[in-house]
Antibody, heavy 119, light 112 residues
Framework: QLQLQESGPGLVKPSETLSLTCSVS??????????WGWVRHPPGKDLEWIGS???????YYNPSLRSRLTITADRSRNEISLRLTSVTAADTAVYFC???????????WGRGALVTVSS | DVVMTQSPLSLPVTLGQPASISCWSS???????????LNWYHQRPGQSPRRLIY???NRDSGVPDRFSGSGSGTDFTLKISRVEAEDVGAYYC?????????FGQGTRLEIK
């Protein structure tokens, strides 16, 4: 059974870098046709697709975050990671790791990790 | 970017009664490959979202048949034929036809 587990600091200071890791079990992130990415849910706002990395290492980013965002895949550990630089309070959200079957077809979600940006 | 709009945002329903949620997109969701990439998700309080419906009308494994999806072009609907207590929570539509993918604002279903 596929499981996605987010981990990382729950509190980040403004202007610093938000870093999260998603450990994937029950499936390989190199499985053909699969995409692995991140969605966030700021309090009181809409869910927002952040970006993803495909089975072959190609990355796809939301244009609104592209200048601050890096998503990487570690095939040896079967993990993906998210780095978001120069964070502000607007980046406070629950961050979900997710499997995407293509065309943003998210069929599996992690439990989510709350990240608060505050000094 | 495509904007997804849902209605209503709040939906009080009596147990056993039907419920319907509408979702509109600012652009047609018909992809050049002929598919419509429109999904519905349900999120119970304190849980992560769960996919209910994919590509407009396909129910996920384990999803009760009281849930159904329909629509075309820019207008889509999720229907629950008879609401049960476990159906409370937020429902989101999401389009995947155009980049970037985008969610609706969510509809919060509660039991009257």
């Amino acid at each position: 059974q596929l499981q996605l587990q987010e981990s990382g600091p729950g509190l980040v200071k403004p202007s610093e870098t938000l870093s999260l890791t998603c450990s994937v079990s029950g499936a390989s992130i190199t499985s053909s046709g699969s995409f692995w990415g991140w969605v966030r849910h700021p309090p009181g706002k809409d869910l927002e697709w952040i970006g993803s990395v495909s089975y072959d290492g190609t990355t796809y980013y939301n244009p609104s975050l592209r200048s601050r965002l890096t998503i990487t895949a570690d095939r040896s550990r079967n993990e993906i990671s998210l780095r978001l630089t120069s964070v502000t309070a607007a980046d406070t959200a629950v961050y979900f790791c997710a499997r995407d079957r293509g065309h943003y077809d998210i069929d599996q979600w992690g439990r989510g990790a709350l990240v608060t940006v505050s000094s | 970017d495509v904007v997804m709009t849902q209605s209503p945002l709040s939906l009080p329903v009596t147990l056993g009664q039907p419920a319907s949620i509408s979702c509109w997109s600012s652009q047609s969701l018909v992809h050049s490959d002929g598919n419509i990439y429109l999904n519905w998700y349900h999120q119970r309080p304190g849980q992560s979202p769960r996919r209910l419906i994919y590509k407009v009308s396909n129910r996920d494994s384990g999803v009760p048949d009281r849930f159904s999806g329909s629509g075309s072009g820019t207008d889509f609907t999720l229907k629950i034929s008879r609401v049960e207590a476990e159906d409370v929570g937020a429902y989101y539509c999401m389009q995947g036809t155009h980049s970037p993918g985008a969610f609706g604002q969510g509809t919060r279903l509660e039991i009257k």
